[in-house]
């Protein structure tokens, strides 16, 4: 999942009405159990009432991040809906208003980030993260629909006493209530864009050649050489284009220019890159120049 994952903080944000039970303060005590364990790690509850606050918490996280070493592991818990989270005023938070702030602490923990939640569709969170831009998180932990306090607190308590024990992030996610609460890492993310790409990709080549045949026809070029040239240009434009579309994955999604070395946790992509090449109906050379670019990158 991650290599050479650090942490030494846990945050955990609560927005909750106050005649709700407060599942972010009793995990927050939970948690907070476990310091006279297992020492290192500091956990903090924060309890923002409206959107300003809100962001407000989010930005002191974001300086303790950039200028004190902070390595924190973030827990959010409030109520939620497929466009976003609902403060305790009932201000309401789109997803998208939430991005930059993960974004700046992702990028200065080398897209190491894992926020957990316990916010109903949770998953949406995800669902519209912008590819041309650097990626929010490492892994969310969130659920697809409605969730009881009962699962998070039980799930949580579980998968941090599991962490702050084995230090072993795959065997606390194994903590978690799967029916409910699931890991969706940036692979998981890029392999339904990357298969969708491909997938597009190879319908754009599928119709080039009719494309071209319509400019014959419409006495746009007037001979087979013209008609060649033509189709060859449009072939490299073609193939110009999805690498330059993979390259702005890795520079910017996965921030790759700025940390090329943890380009060894993205083996399962690469592989499904190739694996997807190899399943194109295309010509060889042009299977041989992607695969050749997806080995450079990710390797």
Known sequence: M?????????????????????????????????????????????????????????????DSVQKHNCLPLIHLETHGNQDGIQCTNKDFITWGELYPFFIDINIKLKNTLII???????????????????????????????????????????????????????????????????PTDNSIILKRFILELLTHYKKLIAELSGKV????????????????????????????????????????????DLYPETKGRYKDIKDLLLENINKLDVDEKLKKDLATEVIMELT
């Open 2 to 62: 991650i290599d050479n994952f650090y942490y030494n903080t846990i945050y955990i944000i609560e927005s909750l009405d106050n005649s709700e039970s407060h599942t972010g303060t009793m995990l927050y005590e939970l948690i907070k159990n476990f310091e006279f364990k297992y020492t290192g790690v500091k956990t903090f509850l924060k309890t923002p009432k409206t959107k300003i606050e809100f962001f407000e918490v989010l930005s002191s996280i974001n």
């Open 116 to 182: 957990t939640t316990g916010i109903c569709f949770g998953t949406n969170f995800y669902f519209n993260v912008d590819i041309d831009k650097p990626a929010p998180f490492f892994t969310l932990i969130s659920s697809v629909s409605e969730i009881t306090n009962n699962v998070i607190l039980d799930s949580y308590e579980r998968f941090y006493n599991e962490l702050l024990n084995s230090e072993n992030f795959n065997n606390a996610i194994n903590c978690l209530n799967s029916d409910f609460l699931k």
């Open 213 to 256: 045949n319509f400019l014959i026809i419409s006495k746009k070029i007037n001979n087979e050489n013209e008609k060649i040239d033509l189709f060859i240009i449009k072939y490299e434009q073609q193939k110009q284009m999805l690498i330059g579309t993979l390259k702005t994955i890795w520079s910017k999604y996965l921030m790759l």
